[in-house]
């Protein structure tokens, strides 16, 4: 049975479902709570994770969960030291999306889990971000809430990495992938360092991928400038900065860093996977900027730009009332 925590009076929102349907793998939902008439965040305990993670949902005007349709979805993954709030934290998704027939689905990526099924030594085993992602999540998203097979993926900085890399990995998954400020070449020189370093806060970082140089093989299975080939008939828009140093959108105030070193690295791996589609003939819609932080002041503008693109990727119809001009 599903644990309902009810957030006011929702009606018709706190009666869940008697039994949820379960993956193929057993993972299931064993809790829900509607934050509001369109928010509702549930509990996923996922055998691919070994534990019980968040997942938070926003639903489109007219959802219910006995629907005879479906809805198409975005599934927007947040970064490595963030929560699965951030995008509902951080941007106004929850306005832009509700100009739309479509669901987003926001879970929860771990703390640099790097949307990677992890090496553990050649032992395998948890976790599983990228089976709990594309498998487990998909099934409990469609079997319990009308999520639809019309999809698109998009994240921020490594989750930016994770949604282009689970295009290539999964041709056919994903109508549409985008990225803002993603690691998109994990190979690259200096990158697998960057990488490591950033799980290294919590974790023994070998375990994700292996030694960069003798288990080069994991690190190029799961780097997306390997991949480009697979992102063909997938729609891309790619978005990133160059310098690190403070945009149009950023205000500086005394105490803060100048220059945001990961937006440098970033933007390096962003244009070497854009050059690489180049070559391949696979198009793309691209913004590389020269300045901009590796933040939200950033990303909420490329979300603006990009999201129109993505509607029309998975066939979500605008709502009745003309939708709000993008910033």
Not at 183 to 210: C, K, M, N
């Amino acid at each position: 049975m599903v644990t309902i925590v009810a957030a006011g009076l929702l009606p018709g929102r706190a009666n869940a479902a008697a039994a949820p349907v379960a993956a193929d793998d057993g993972a299931k939902i064993t809790a829900e709570r509607w934050l509001d008439e369109t928010t509702l965040d549930v509990t996923v305990s996922s055998p691919a994770l070994g534990e019980s993670v968040p997942v938070r949902i926003l639903v489109p005007k007219g959802w219910t969960r006995t629907a005879s349709r479906t809805w198409p979805v975005v599934y927007a993954f947040h970064g490595g030291r963030d929560t699965y709030v951030s995008w509902t934290r951080s941007t106004d998704i929850k306005q832009v999306a509700a100009d739309y027939d479509a669901m987003v689905v926001m879970p929860d990526t771990g703390w640099a889990g790097w949307f990677t099924d992890w090496w553990n030594y050649g032992n395998g085993g948890v976790p599983k971000w990228e089976t709990f992602h594309t498998s487990e999540l998909l099934e409990l998203m469609e079997r319990n809430y009308r999520a639809g097979t019309s999809r698109a993926t998009m994240g921020i900085s490594s989750a930016g990495y994770g949604a282009v890399k689970y295009a290539a990995r999964h041709p056919g998954m994903f109508a549409y992938a985008a990225s803002f400020s993603g690691v998109l070449h994990l190979t690259q020189l200096g990158v697998p360092a960057f990488a490591l370093l950033q799980a290294s806060e919590r974790y023994d970082a070998l375990r994700i991928w292996g030694d960069p140089l003798t288990n080069r093989k994991n690190w190029a299975a799961n780097d997306p400038y390997e991949l480009a080939s697979h992102l063909r008939g997938t729609g891309l828009y790619i978005a990133s900065g160059l310098t690190g140093l403070p945009g149009p959108n950023d205000h500086p105030v005394v105490g803060d860093e100048l220059i945001h070193p990961q937006e440098v690295i970033c933007g390096s791996t962003t244009v070497s996977l854009v050059n690489r589609l180049k070559k391949l003939g696979i198009p793309a819609t691209t913004h590389i900027y020269p300045n901009g932080w590796h933040n939200w002041s950033t990303w909420q503008p490329e979300m603006h730009r990009a999201w129109p693109l993505i509607m029309k990727a998975i066939g979500a119809r605008p709502n009745a009332a003309t939708p709000r001009v993008q910033a």
